[in-house]
């Protein structure tokens, strides 16, 4: 049985910093792009950021590219999401997922295209 869980979420002022992790079981990590989403109240779930399989390719929206950082660890079977600089409007469940591609090639975006989804977790960005 496939098994995503995000942890790492929590509540930070404005230009505070938080790690995000993805720990998978049940899957073989290794061949699996792995992505970020959230979903802020009253709006649509967006993709934050993939990463490929070997970590050889690395997507982010292009509004976040610039404070968030994706990694892995396959030996760990995680993935993690560096957030800095952290503003309101970053205030969102934050979902893990694996993708169909391990290239993340294709519309990684988009959340048709992702599965094994985790709950989420929580983060919250006060001014």
């Known amino acids: 049985q496939v098994q995503v869980v995000e942890s790492g979420g929590g509540s930070v002022q404005t230009g505070g910093s938080l790690r995000l992790t993805c720990s998978a079981s049940?899957?073989?990590?290794?061949?699996?792009?792995m992505t970020w989403f959230r979903q802020a109240p009253g709006k649509e779930r967006e993709g934050v950021s993939c990463?490929?399989?070997?970590?050889?390719?690395?997507y982010y929206a292009d509004a976040l590219k610039d404070r968030f950082t994706i990694s892995r660890d396959n030996a760990k079977k995680r993935v993690y999401l560096q957030m800095n600089s952290l503003k309101p409007e970053d205030t969102a469940m934050y979902y893990c997922?694996?993708?169909?591609?391990?290239?993340?090639?294709?519309?990684?975006?988009?959340?048709?295209?992702?599965?094994?989804w985790g709950q989420g977790t929580q983060v919250t960005v006060s001014s």
């Open positions: 997922a694996a993708y169909g591609y391990n290239d993340c090639s294709g519309p990684w975006w988009s959340e048709h295209g992702s599965s094994h």
């Open positions: 049940g899957l073989s990590f290794d061949e699996y792009a």
């Open positions: 990463i490929s399989a070997s970590s050889a390719f690395l």
